[in-house]
């Protein structure tokens, strides 16, 4: 189409330039010398070719046109659902387009990144990522996605500190020490609830009784809420979730804090000791959440998305939200946040042999 606009009848470099016969384009290239006329004509082809590549840019230009899903890997009501919903009101008024939060639980997070890579890389299908995908590309050997190259890193969001909470009306241990001795003391192993096989509480879990000597059962979930119902309702002993899904009912008294799980205290439970404070030398790991594309995403569209992010994890208003959740803003460019991710995959891919975990 775009030549029988150009050129009304076949052109013909090769034929002699004064035969009428042979040469039927526009006049003006017939009187070209040969080499004069076939640069203009490569340059009218580059003319045209724009002509097709240029609705793109424009449509990338305009991003976004319409209403964005923001995929959440757990059910709601946890963690990630919390902050994926005060991500998506600010993304929604800053960027004039309804910021939809969709959940898709199960399978450690996987099978929400799953979809996500399989969406079209065009900015209107995003994830509510978590540390947990850099600890399953370990645990899931036959994983339907690349998490690295699959997906492309756009901003983090926060980093929430893991807490190991038991229940306090079934549980008398008050701190790490005497729950090691329960747990030892115990007939059967004690109970922990996570949020699937391949999460870091999983891990975490894996770890605190390795070194402690523990026995305890890990109880997968698909997400915190679910775990949370059952941990309040003594089906399980103990959790090491983030404190954002917790918080509440350790102010209310139904679950008593007895560790974070990273290297320095939180601020929402300051006199709440750290494992490693607690006999558990270099214990540091904690859950940290951020926003991924489809790879392939244009540039344009990953880069304002990432600065819109940031923009609104700067607002004092955002962070006041962060806060009453328990976590700690985070900041980094795609490239940082990305060179993160492939630290933390190979760091947990290390921790994940050493602790022998495994998809059960």
């Not at 807490?163 to 004690?190: C, D, G, H, I, S």
């Not at 205290?265 to 006199?271: F, I, M, Q, V």
Request: aromatic share 6%; net charge positive.
């Amino acid at each position: 189409m775009l030549q029988s606009r150009l050129f009304p009848r076949q052109t013909s470099l090769d034929a002699n330039p004064g035969s009428n016969e042979h040469h039927s384009g526009p006049a003006s290239l017939r009187a070209q010398p040969p080499r004069r006329r076939t640069a203009l004509l490569a340059a009218t082809f580059a003319a045209g070719a724009a002509l097709f590549t240029a609705p793109g840019a424009h449509a990338d230009a305009n991003w976004p046109s319409r209403p964005i899903t923001l995929i959440v890997p757990f059910p709601t009501g946890g963690t990630t659902d919390v902050l994926a919903r005060a991500l998506g009101d600010s993304l929604s008024r800053s960027l004039g387009q309804p910021v939809v939060v969709e959940s898709k639980p199960g399978a450690g997070a996987t099978i929400g990144a799953d979809f996500v890579s399989k969406a079209k890389p065009d900015g209107y299908t995003l994830l509510m990522g978590a540390v947990h995908h850099t600890i399953a590309t370990s645990v899931y050997p036959a994983l339907s996605y690349n998490f690295q190259k699959d997906l492309v890193a756009v901003a983090p969001i926060a980093m929430v500190p893991n807490v190991l909470v038991v229940n306090a009306a079934q549980t008398p241990a008050r701190n790490v020490a005497e729950l090691v001795t329960q747990a030892k003391a115990a007939t059967q192993p004690l109970a922990y609830g996570s949020n699937g096989f391949g999460t870091a509480q999983h891990l975490i879990g894996t770890q605190f009784q390795t070194q402690t000597g523990a026995k305890l059962l890990h109880v997968p979930y698909k997400g915190s809420g679910p775990l949370t119902t059952d941990l309040l309702g003594g089906q399980v002993t103990m959790s090491f979730d983030t404190i954002t899904t917790v918080l509440p009912h350790i102010q209310s008294g139904k679950l008593r804090a007895l560790a974070v799980t990273t290297a320095k205290r939180s601020a929402a439970l300051p006199d709440v000791p750290t494992l490693a404070e607690a006999g558990l030398a270099n214990f540091d790991i904690g859950t940290w959440f951020g926003v991924l594309a489809p790879a392939g995403t244009p540039q344009p569209v990953v880069q304002k998305l990432s600065a819109e992010i940031t923009r609104i994890t700067d607002s004092p208003e955002f962070r006041q939200r962060l806060a009453a959740a328990g976590a700690e803003p985070m900041k980094a460019t795609p490239d940082g946040f990305a060179k993160r991710i492939d630290a933390e995959t190979r760091k947990f891919a290390t921790l994940v042999k050493e602790n022998n975990i495994k998809v059960e």
